[in-house]
């Protein structure tokens, strides 16, 4: 028999904490990025059609403002642009998720972020090696590179959209733009 002591020692040496539960749908990983047939032409054709333009812009000294089309590298940028509401723009968003310098952390919100956007975003996987080689032409410090296609090559997009697949993601269709459901769990740890 113990003591009432004992017992409010013991129930002191513990507290009570809320830990958060997550519902989270969001767990196919390996279907979050679109398939692309041949990663190594899809290179090429970013090469010849974008980076080489870019590298000469840049090299001719001639101010971003004036270039015949727009490039964003920042992650926050290319978060806010695909957070626009009611556009009828379509984009092209290159990410060299297999290269291990891009933080993973930030790749993870890629998939999510491009489907759900208001945007039409072709999603686009390069293969490994991907970031070290555009690096050579321009600035790609968290290996994004998005391009509205307004400027763009028609025949350069016609040859992207078919070597990529369109993104889908049908467990998230009926969640679109749906609010996340969190509950907490009433538990206890010890007092440190």
């Known amino acids: 028999m113990s003591s009432l002591k004992a017992i409010d020692k013991r129930v002191a040496k513990r507290r009570q904490v809320y830990k958060a539960v997550l519902s989270n749908p969001f767990v196919n990983e390996e279907q979050l990025w679109p398939h692309v047939k041949d990663q190594q032409l899809v290179?090429?054709?970013?090469?010849?059609?974008?980076?080489?333009?870019?590298?000469?812009?840049?090299?001719?000294?001639?101010?971003k403002q004036e270039w015949p089309f727009d490039s964003i590298t920042d992650f926050?940028?290319?978060?806010?642009?695909?957070?626009?509401?009611?556009s009828n723009e379509e984009v092209l968003l290159f990410v060299c998720n297999k290269d291990p310098d891009v933080p993973s952390v930030m790749l993870q919100q890629i998939p999510l972020m491009s489907y759900i956007s208001s945007i039409k975003v072709t999603l686009i996987q390069l293969p490994k090696g991907s970031l070290a080689m555009i690096q050579k032409f321009i600035d790609l410090p968290y290996g994004l590179l998005l391009l509205p296609t307004k400027h763009l090559d028609p025949i350069f997009l016609q040859q992207i959209h078919e070597q990529v697949l369109k993104q889908d993601l049908p467990w998230l269709a009926p969640l679109k733009y749906k609010s996340t459901d969190i509950k907490l769990v009433k538990s206890s740890a010890p007092l440190k």
């Not at 290319?78 to 509401?85: C, E, H, I, T």
């Open 43 to 63: 290179q090429e054709l970013l090469q010849k059609h974008v980076l080489n333009k870019l590298q000469h812009l840049r090299e001719m000294n001639i101010p």
């Open 76 to 86: 926050n940028e290319v978060y806010s642009y695909l957070s626009q509401k009611d």
